[in-house]
C-alpha cells in the first residue's frame, strides 16, 4: 500500500493546548503534567504545527493536567477557529449538577463532545447509576462521549455502553493496551457497535517498544472493529519528546498497511462522522 494518497484527509482527534495568556486561563494542575511546563502550545501554535503538517482539522480534548474542569480554553479557542477545530470538555461527576453543567457547555459555549476521566487504580464510575444522567443528557445534546479507562476498568465500559447503545463513544487511548501482548480486553468489546478506538501516539509508542510492528497491529485492530470505529490522534503537545510533523509521519506509516479506503476512514472519515463539525474542515482540504 502506498503511504499516502494524493486526496487523503487527516483530522487529528486527540490534542491537547494551554494558554500562553496565563493571567485569562489560569492553571489549575491536577497531577504531575510535565508537558504544561516544558512544550505548552496555544490553539495559534497547534494551527501553525497542523498547517505545516496538512492536518485540516482537530479535536481539542480538556486537558484535565492542567485545567481540571475549567474547559473556557478549548471552548474558546475553538470558537475562535470553527471551522478547524472542534472541543470536548469534561464534567465532574462528583458535581452539583454534572448533566447541567453539560448542557451549559455545549448549548452555551459550543462544546461538541464531553471527556469522562475515569482513571483509577479500582473500579471506575462510569457505570455507577449516579452517571447515568451525564450519559442522557449528552445523548439528547448530541454530545459525542470520550472515555478515558485503564484495561481493568474496561467492564465497567462495557456496562455502560451496553446501557446506552445509542450514544457514539470513544476510547481514549484505546484503553492504554499493555504493550508487547495482543489487546485481547480491547478486541473483547468489538461487538459493541457504538464503541470506536483512539489509536494515539503513546499507543503506537508502546507497540514500537515492545518490538512489534505498529503498522501490523493496527491492521489486526481495524480487521476486528471495521476502518470506520478506528482513528488517530497525536496527543500533542502531551505527547512532546518529538516535532507534530514526527507524529503525522508516524501515524501515516502505522496505518499505510491499510487499504486506501480504511486509511481514509481512520485518518479522517471517521472523526468527520462522529464530529460532523470537522466535516467542514475536510470538505475544504479538499478543494
Known amino acids: 500500500m502506498s503511504e499516502r494518497s494524493s486526496d487523503e484527509i487527516l483530522l487529528d482527534t486527540h490534542t491537547h493546548v494551554v494558554a500562553a495568556d496565563r493571567a485569562a486561563y489560569p492553571l489549575s494542575r491536577t497531577g504531575t503534567g510535565r508537558w504544561i511546563d516544558e512544550a505548552p502550545h496555544d490553539a495559534e501554535a497547534l494551527l501553525a504545527c497542523m498547517d505545516a503538517s496538512g492536518v485540516a482539522g482537530a479535536v481539542l480534548v480538556q486537558g484535565v493536567g492542567a485545567y481540571s474542569f475549567d474547559n473556557r480554553y478549548v471552548a474558546d479557542s475553538a470558537a475562535r477557529h470553527p471551522d478547524r477545530f472542534a472541543s470536548a470538555c469534561c464534567v465532574d461527576p462528583n458535581g452539583e449538577d454534572p448533566a447541567a453543567t453539560l448542557t451549559y457547555w455545549v448549548r452555551e459555549r459550543g462544546v461538541r463532545g464531553v471527556r469522562l476521566f475515569a482513571l483509577s487504580a479500582g473500579p471506575s464510575w462510569l457505570d455507577e447509576p449516579r452517571t447515568f444522567p451525564i450519559w442522557e443528557r449528552a445523548a439528547e445534546l448530541g454530545a459525542h462521549v470520550i472515555v478515558t479507562a485503564f484495561p481493568h476498568q474496561l467492564p465497567q465500559v462495557r456496562s455502560v455502553l451496553a446501557r446506552f447503545p445509542d450514544v457514539p ?24 457497535e457504538n464503541l470506536h478506538l483512539k489509536l494515539t501516539t503513546l499507543v503506537l509508542d508502546g507497540v514500537s517498544a515492545s518490538g512489534a510492528d505498529p503498522a501490523a497491529w493496527v491492521e489486526r485492530i481495524v480487521a476486528r472493529f471495521g476502518a470506520c470505529r478506528v482513528m488517530w490522534g497525536s496527543d500533542f503537545c502531551q505527547t512532546h519528546d518529538r516535532t507534530y510533523a514526527e507524529l503525522v509521519a508516524l501515524a501515516r506509516r502505522a496505518f499505510s498497511r491499510l487499504t486506501d479506503e480504511e486509511r481514509s476512514w481512520c485518518l479522517g472519515r471517521t472523526a468527520a462522522r462522529l464530529w460532523p463539525s470537522l466535516a467542514s474542515a475536510a470538505s475544504d482540504a479538499k478543494r
Not at 169 to 192: K, M, R
Open 169 to 192: 463513544v470513544s476510547l481514549d487511548h484505546c484503553g492504554f493496551p499493555p504493550p508487547g501482548s495482543e489487546p485481547s480486553e480491547i478486541y473483547a468489546l468489538a461487538d459493541l
